[in-house]
């Protein structure tokens, strides 16, 4: 199971992470762990990577994600994060070790950063947030 937060900019723009282990870019999140709710791990990450002590607001995405070669099935969840202010991102701090940088992009900038699935749940979760609702996707795909 892996949670992520939708964090975004007075200018509606996403913030993404650049991971050094990966050749994508992702929203700010990670593995749950053993014995913690995707809720816990969200703020436990913010602080980590970014950080951030940024306190999640609700839940935005469900993704069941199907296996594939090497990985079992998953269940990732995106939740919001809200605005942050100049303040807040003035004080981004990044562990040299996992990211190599971030970004404040727009959804075209986005859709060329990220995997197609993660492109497709980060879409969903800004239209979810925009629709003030929540959705559950399938391998990125809305289903309900």
């Known amino acids: 199971m892996g949670a992520g937060v939708l964090l975004s900019d007075d200018r509606s723009r996403v913030l993404l992470v650049?991971?050094?282990y990966k050749d994508y870019w992702e929203i700010p999140g990670g593995a749950v762990d053993a014995d913690e709710s995707p809720y816990t791990a969200v703020g436990r990450e913010l602080k980590e990577e970014l950080?951030?002590?940024?306190?999640?607001g609700?839940?935005?995405?469900?993704?069941?994600v199907p296996p594939r070669l090497g990985r079992t099935e998953g269940l990732?969840?995106?939740f919001d994060g809200g605005t942050l202010t100049p303040e807040q991102t003035a004080r981004i701090q990044l562990p040299a070790a996992e990211l190599r940088s971030w970004a404040w992009c727009t959804?075209?900038?986005?859709?060329?950063?990220l995997s197609e699935l993660l492109a497709r749940r980060i879409f969903a979760?800004?239209?979810?947030?925009?629709e003030n609702t929540a959705v559950y996707l399938e391998?990125?795909?809305f289903v309900a």
């Open 18 to 20: 650049e991971p050094t």
């Open 58 to 64: 609700r839940l935005l995405v469900t993704d069941w």
């Open 125 to 130: 979760a800004l239209r979810a947030r925009a």
């Open 51 to 56: 950080g951030l002590p940024v306190q999640p």
């Open 107 to 113: 959804e075209q900038d986005a859709g060329q950063r």
């Open 76 to 78: 990732m969840m995106v």
């Open 139 to 141: 391998n990125g795909f």
